[in-house]
Structures are given as structure tokens and as C-alpha cells.
């Protein structure tokens, strides 16, 4: 292919998905998830926003320092102290990139920005100048570029290209444009703007009308040839383009996008796994290309026909994404090596006291459960890497419940290397069992979600509980596994306080919304 069929994938898992309300992630959990996606070939990571906080910069930096392959790309708004800010954040990279946007459209113009058409002009011009001194690649955003007039639109990008803008970003902030009209948009840009062809455009879509890869890839017929988007399609509002889609969608369907990527999709699960457990966000079980049952048939029908030839209902092969099936039942029985087999084909690679406890949990789940399935290995799995290193844990659990009352729950949890046991009663056991986690760890957190799920099939399924709790402003969601419920949801409580506690000890921390 030639060059101009290359796709640049842009990740921004790190910034705009983690400005995904309770999405927050530790410096140590940045640097893994930023770490696999330069191992999988994504061609820029945008590392995050570094004038945000003191947290946001010292992740941006120590990306740029790690990154052996990837362009490290850091957010800046149209201001000078945050252009700086980025390009310090940004230096040590062998390939830095400073991202900096600015609002287009009236309505942001009137309403957020309160100036006129010729001041954002002027502010491109000056704020792209200044990015283009302190680094090479310099990528320029016009925010609401979807609901910005073409003719306006045009004069800001070529603004921006002859400030020194090396990539143009045209994101659909508000997820409201349609394929036809975004394709449009972008041949029209590279028609009218003089010297277009000096700068690689960009896509950046928003799914809250459920087209963000279905614009992302009208752009690209359009002539765009970087695509931004995040892992599981996380992000603010309806999320982003997923990452995961676009890179299937290329390699899948080459007879009508004929364009080249360099992301090796057998990292695909493994690092929608990695967000999920670090980000709290579980991942939709019917969810495109990395769901539970993205490979799963159900229908006599369709295993009739996956028995003759697996292609007359999978038009991708499981293994190509880091999937591999496999009819292996896993139960009491099983030993270490058979359990740490099972890991491997799932994708992980755990060691040392992280697998013996792995290794111990899943005896006691088999111990409860007649088959144990590779999602209840998942989910057992990903809540002991969640929960390594928590300051707060449960040891024990009785509840009493039932019709004639009182609801009590006896609750034994280590606190910093402590014992305490409280009894409280409540509305029902799950009430009294979280009213005994606030008798032992006081806080003033509100609970504002409560879900519980079965993992699997059976009377005997793991329950999985999701928690979030808010506290002073600030989000946090935990999850817990067990085949008791009310366990699960002191696990899942414990895990979301764990976060919350953690969060509120940063006074650093502020979350600043863009693009």
C-alpha cells in the first residue's frame, strides 16, 4: 500500500477515557496500560492532561520517559501555561506531541468561550505557534467541529497548518454528526484550505448517537488518516470510538477499507481486560470483539453450523484477537499446572503469591461450584489483581436475615494489619452488612450504585457486584465475586472505599473536561 493508506491509531485511553465519571486511574495502573498499548503498536498514546494535576503531569512524563515505539502525546487548552505545561511533560519522549484544542462552534463560542470568530483565529495562530517552538509534531483540535459553519471551520484550519499544526483534528465532540455528513466535512476541509495536504487529519468521535466507529471510518473515506479512540470505547458521556472495533473492522473487511495498521489485535482482549479491571468498567457481555460473548453461540443452529465450518458464523477467528477456545472444564480436581494452563490461554501471566492466591480462591470456588467456567476464572482473577495491595479487606461474614427479623450482619475485615469485628443490623442484609463496613471504617461516602450480576449459569453462579460510591465530588467503583452474594457485596463495598479513600488523600487531584 502507499503511504498515504496508513492508518495512525491514536489512543487516548489514558485521557479521555479516564475523564469517564469514576474511571480514574493510579500513576502504577497508567504506566501498565500505557506500557501494553506501545507493546500492541498503537502509533500515538495521548498520555493525558498534563495541567490537570500534579498526578496528570508526572504520568504524561514518565510515559514519555518509558515509551520505546509509541509518539507520547500530551492535552493542552488554548492557553500558554498549559501548552508549557505539556511540552515540559512531553521532552523527555523520543517522539513528543503536544494536542492542543479550542472551541469552533457558536454555541461554545457564545456560551463557553464568550469570543468572537476573529479572537479563536488570533488564539490559534498564537497558541499553535507557541506548541510548534517547544515541540516538532504539534496536533491542533477545533472543539464542536461537527456543528462549526465549513467556511469558519476552513479559516481556522488553515490557521492552525500555518502556525506549524502538523495534524488537524476534526472531532465530533457531542457524538452528533452522521457518516455521510462527517466524510463530507472532511473532503470539503481538504478541498477548500490551502497548503492541506501539509497535515495529517484526524477523527475523533463521540457515541452518543451509537456511531462513533461508523464516523470514524466515514472520515477516513474522507481523507482523514488518524483515527482517535480507547480501549472498550471508554470515555466521557456514551464513551469513544472503540479501539478495538476499528482495528477488526480494517483487518476484516480490506476489500472495502483498503488501508494498513500497524496494532496486532491478539493484544486486543488482553488489554480490554487490563482497562476494565483498572478503569472499574465492566465490559458489556455482548460487547463487539472483546465481550464475553463475542465468540459465544448459544443456538442449536448456529453450533450446527460452527461444527461443519467455524466460518459459517465467525467471520473473525477468536485466536486473532487473544482469544482461545477451548472446551477444558476446570474443577476440584485440577491441579497448579492445569489451573496456570488455563490462565495462559486466557491471557494472563500471573506468579509468585499473586498466583498462590489466585490458586487458593479458585480450589475454594471449585469446592462450591460442580463446574467452573473460564468466566468464573476471569472474574476471580481480575478481583484478586483489584484488589493486591488494598489497605482494607474482608475476613468474615455472618448475616442473619430472614421474614421474622431483626437483619444483623457480624462483619470481621483487616484494617491496616487490624481485626476489628462490628455487629449492625439494617433494611435487610445488604444494608446491615455495609452499615457494619461504616461502623469499622467511619466515612461520610454515598452510595449510588448497587448492582449484582451471575457470572455464570446455575444455582451455584458466582454472584458479581458492582458498587460505586461519592464522596466530596469525587467517584469511585469497586467490584467482588462470590458465590454468596452478601459477600460479593462486601467485597465489592470494601473495593469502591478502597478507591474513594485513595482519591481523597490527593488534594492535587482535578478533573478538567475537553475535546
Not at 498499548?37 to 512524563?61: R, T
Not at 455528513?181 to 492541506?196: G, H, L, S
Not at 495498521?261 to 470483539?289: E, H, M, W, Y
Not at 460452527?306 to 477451548?326: C, F, H, Q, S
Request: with cysteine; glycine share 8%.
Amino acid at each position: 500500500m502507499a503511504d498515504n493508506d496508513k492508518i495512525f491509531i491514536f489512543d487516548t485511553t489514558l485521557r479521555d477515557g479516564e475523564q469517564s465519571p469514576g474511571a480514574s486511574m493510579t500513576l502504577e495502573e497508567k504506566l501498565q496500560v500505557a506500557e501494553l498499548l506501545d507493546d500492541m503498536g498503537v502509533d500515538i498514546i495521548e498520555a493525558g492532561f498534563p495541567i490537570a494535576s500534579n498526578g496528570d503531569f508526572e504520568a504524561v512524563s514518565e510515559i514519555a520517559k518509558r515509551s520505546k515505539r509509541s509518539v507520547i502525546a500530551g492535552l493542552a487548552r488554548a492557553i500558554h501555561a498549559d501548552i508549557d505545561r505539556a511540552g515540559e511533560a512531553v521532552r523527555h519522549a523520543e517522539r513528543g506531541r503536544i494536542h492542543t484544542f479550542v472551541s469552533t462552534s457558536p454555541i461554545h463560542l457564545e456560551h463557553q468561550m464568550k469570543k468572537s470568530e476573529g479572537e479563536v483565529l488570533d488564539i490559534i495562530t498564537d497558541t499553535v505557534a507557541r506548541a510548534r517552538n517547544l515541540v516538532e509534531d504539534v496536533e491542533w483540535s477545533g472543539m464542536d467541529a461537527t456543528r462549526t459553519p465549513i467556511d469558519y471551520l476552513c479559516r481556522c484550519v488553515e490557521a492552525a497548518i500555518r502556525a506549524g499544526a502538523t495534524t488537524i483534528n476534526l472531532p465530533d465532540t457531542v457524538g452528533y454528526a452522521t457518516p455521510d455528513e462527517y466524510k463530507a466535512m472532511f473532503e470539503a476541509i481538504r478541498n477548500r484550505v490551502p497548503d492541506a495536504d501539509k497535515a495529517i487529519f484526524s477523527v475523533h468521535c463521540h457515541d452518543d448517537l451509537g456511531l462513533a466507529v461508523a464516523n470514524s471510518l466515514a472520515g477516513v473515506a474522507g481523507g482523514a488518516r488518524q483515527i482517535e479512540c480507547t480501549i472498550n470505547g471508554l470515555g466521557e458521556r456514551a464513551g469513544n470510538a472503540a479501539l478495538e472495533e476499528i482495528v477488526m473492522a480494517i483487518r476484516t473487511r480490506s476489500d472495502v477499507l483498503p488501508y494498513a495498521c500497524g496494532v496486532d489485535p491478539v493484544f486486543l482482549t488482553r488489554a480490554s481486560k487490563l482497562v476494565s479491571a483498572v478503569s472499574g468498567f465492566p465490559v458489556q457481555f455482548n460487547k463487539a470483539i472483546v465481550g464475553k460473548n463475542a465468540f459465544a453461540h448459544e443456538s442449536g443452529i448456529h453450533q450446527d453450523g460452527m461444527l461443519k465450518n467455524a466460518e459459517t458464523y465467525e467471520i473473525m477467528r477468536p485466536e486473532d484477537v487473544g482469544v482461545k477456545a477451548t472446551s477444558l472444564v476446570m474443577g476440584k480436581h485440577s491441579g497448579r499446572h492445569a489451573f496456570r494452563q488455563k490462565l495462559e490461554e486466557l491471557g494472563y501471566e500471573i506468579g509468585g503469591n499473586a498466583f498462590e492466591d489466585a490458586f487458593r480462591r479458585f480450589k475454594e470456588l471449585a469446592d462450591r461450584k460442580k463446574h467452573v467456567y473460564d468466566e468464573d476464572i476471569d472474574t476471580l482473577v481480575e478481583n484478586e489483581i483489584a484488589t493486591q495491595g488494598e489497605h482494607i479487606r474482608v475476613i468474615a461474614l455472618t448475616v442473619i436475615a430472614g421474614t421474622g427479623g431483626p437483619q444483623k450482619a457480624i462483619l470481621t475485615m483487616d484494617v491496616d494489619g487490624r481485626h476489628e469485628t462490628r455487629e449492625c443490623s439494617g433494611d435487610g442484609p445488604v444494608d446491615a452488612t455495609f452499615n457494619a463496613i461504616k461502623a469499622i471504617v467511619p466515612h461520610e461516602a454515598n452510595l449510588s450504585l448497587y448492582q449484582v450480576h451471575a457470572v455464570t449459569e446455575g444455582t451455584d453462579a458466582q454472584a458479581e457486584v458492582s458498587v460505586r460510591l461519592e464522596w466530596d465530588g469525587r467517584m469511585a467503583t469497586g467490584k467482588g465475586a462470590d458465590t454468596d452474594t452478601l459477600v460479593a457485596s462486601a467485597r465489592a463495598y470494601v473495593s469502591a472505599l478502597n478507591r474513594l479513600i485513595a482519591r481523597q488523600n490527593r488534594p492535587d487531584h482535578q478533573e478538567l473536561k475537553a475535546v
